[in-house]
T-cell receptor
Framework: KQEVTQIPAALSVPEGENLVLNCSFT??????LQWFRQDPGKGLTSLLL?????REQTSGRLNASLDKSSGRSTLYIAASQPGDSATYLC?????????FGTGTRLQVFP | NAGVTQTPKFRVLKTGQSMTLLCAQD?????MYWYRQDPGMGLRLIHY???????AKGEVPDGYNVSRLKKQNFLLGLESAAPSQTSVYFC?????????????FGPGTRLTVL
């Protein structure tokens, strides 16, 4: 059974810091891993999608890496801004199931 | 195309009432999923379908039923709603290519059971 864990559960940092959010999974036989952002009371916004054959993806200040063999992914946020405050979720796709982690709640203060 | 849509967006039920949530996708995807999200938690898989006419249980299936009579629609039913089913429900569909797999999500349905 695939289990997805995100650490830390919550993070509060001053503006400008570089951040690393972690996602670990127990079954390395995945098709892809996706990072999402969710603002309070809103739906999911896809940030980055890493296929199983890829090692990383980048979009602007965001960089996500994938190490299937160790069952880990990291989301790196450079030069954080107050607008980055949100909950960040990772999800892994196995053969049939898409399983989510419990999320990291990020607050960036001015 | 419209992507993944969910109907309704909001609903309030009384304990014991029944209702059906509709997820529709116009992208010809085989795989569709229903999730629930409770405060402070990630999304938990309720049921999923790998093709028309098929359904399977996820992590938290109790109290829900599903049907996939048409490829483009995935229905989630609550036969006798309970306060514990108060949640936000998300639907997803997946496009499986030979080398590129991508998932798409609906905007969510906020359900309150009194």
């Amino acid at each position: 059974k695939q289990e997805v864990t995100q650490i830390p559960a919550a993070l509060s940092v001053p503006e400008g810091e570089n951040l690393v959010l972690n996602c670990s999974f127990t079954d390395s036989a995945i098709y892809n891993l996706q990072w999402f952002r969710q603002d309070p009371g809103k739906g999911l916004t896809s940030l980055l999608l890493i296929q199983s054959s890829q090692r990383e993806q980048t979009s602007g200040r965001l960089n996500a890496s994938l190490d299937k063999s160790s069952g880990r992914s990291t989301l790196y946020i450079a030069a954080s801004q107050p607008g980055d405050s949100a909950t960040y979720l990772c999800a892994v796709l196995n053969t049939d199931k898409l399983i989510f982690g419990t999320g990291t709640r990020l607050q960036v203060f001015p | 195309n419209a992507g993944v849509t969910q109907t309704p967006k909001f609903r309030v039920l009384k304990t014991g009432q029944s209702m059906t949530l509709l997820c529709a996708q116009d992208m010809n995807h085989e795989y569709m999923y229903w999730y629930r999200q409770d405060p402070g938690m990630g999304l938990r898989l309720i049921h999923y379908s790998v093709g028309e006419g098929t359904t399977a249980k996820g992590e938290v299936p109790d109290g829900y039923n599903v049907s996939r009579l048409k490829k483009q629609n995935f229905l989630l039913g609550l036969e006798s709603a309970a306060p514990s089913q108060t949640s936000v429900y998300f639907c997803a569909s997946i496009r499986r290519g030979t080398s590129h797999i991508r998932q798409y999500f609906g905007p969510g349905t906020r359900l309150t059971v009194l």
